[in-house]
């Protein structure tokens, strides 16, 4: 059983039980000397002519294509540079040219040297699943458990396709 940013509920492709824990707000993560990081919040059109910096889509296809979704959802497009190495500190933030990435918040609030910035934007929230085996009833207990306990503290969507559990 493991934590995954993916954009469906139910079975996957790849035969694995899916199921949505939590949505978090996705952040912009920028160098702290990047000229926009001392500001208190950041909407896209303030990042207009900036490189965005993400991870290889080979490495997460899904997720890059949900965090790419989201980003272009609100008509903004940005040159894209990708690591050529797996790791959030591979996206060179810090570099003298700059450029940004967008990270859940809970992932970004984890990182160094770097400001997270709320946006004024409304993007679609990043979904945090569970993923498990679908003959693990161990692991549909916890989910349930899970999404219990995290009900009180998120907004859920509700319970949808097969092997739903809470």
Sequence with gaps: MLPAYTPWNGIGPDGFQRQVLRREPYVVVLGEQHPLSRRDQISLADLRGETFRFIARELAPTYYDAVLAALHSTGETFRLWESPTPGLRSLRL?????????????????????????????????????????????????????????????????????????
């Design 94 to 166: 810090r570099d003298p040219e700059g450029g940004f990435t967008l990270l859940p918040e809970p992932v970004a609030a984890r990182l160094a040297d770097v400001r997270c910035l709320p946006l004024t934007d409304a993007l679609p929230a990043c979904e945090v699943h569970a993923v498990w085996r679908p003959s693990s009833a161990v692991a549909r207990v916890f989910v349930a458990t899970a999404r219990t306990a995290l009900s009180q503290h998120r907004q859920l969507p509700p319970d949808r396709g097969p092997g739903a559990v809470g």
